[in-house]
């Protein structure tokens, strides 16, 4: 049995078709809090179990009879979470983390990722540790403006980062859940090639048959915002991550997920064609 959280996300809800397309949902859990969304976009077969990641005394019976546990890290009580699938008698857990634990671990976002990942290593647990850079699906924060004006406004619009499309995520954690060889590796996680926002833009723009717009704005008036919806901390992060603080590491294209999963990795082109009419 594996319990995969974020069930309703980009990866869980992702890493649960792949599972079930490969003959194993029914040997997976999908945990939520909200079981009525759940229902909507779990595959068949697929067990769903509600829970709270925030309330680990909540989970004792989602991790009943739990052999592996996908974790996405930051989302609840990640240090709770862990006690819990160690007590219930979990042997594996593959943790998503965050590239910026080797980029900028001065970071706090990344501090705190990399303590989570000392406590899974501590744990007694079995465990593999992914690290995504930048998700091609944050463009979806562009997707009203694209929608009402056909224009992007973002900062560093030519700074190109290797964007990960979250699928490859899922990918790899399936391959990590369901094959050997993978427990006691760390995996950085990129896209097959750096890309900027600019060319995000356009190639939004080719994929709904229209111009779209990049304007670039300074550091000042994205952070105003973005603040707003995550917190100051973060947000300086971010817009570090985005160019403010950018070197060589981030910059790297990585080959993991061709590696791991023996298809190469999905281009933003491609995750711009699966999410098109959220900009339409």
Known sequence: MMVVTGATGNIGRELLRQLSADGRGAGARALTRDTARAGAVVPDGVAVAEGDLGRAESLKSA???ARSLFLISGVGDDAGVLDAARDAGVDHVVLVSSITVETHPHLGPARA????ERRLRASGMAWTVLRPTQFASNTLWWARDVRDESVVRVPYADVGLPAVH???????AHAALTGPGHRGRTYPLTGPERISPRQQAR???RVLGREVACVGIGREAAYGPMAAMMGA???????????????????TVHDTVARVTGSPARTYRRWAEENADAFR
Request: proline share 3%.
């Open 233 to 251: 901390e973060v947000a300086d992060s971010v817009l570090d991550l985005m160019g403010g603080d950018v070197n060589d590491a981030l910059l």
């Open 166 to 172: 979250p699928a490859d995520i899922a990918s790899v």
């Open 113 to 116: 990722n990399l303590a989570v």
């Open 63 to 65: 991790l009943d009879g």
């Open 203 to 205: 190639e939004l723009g």
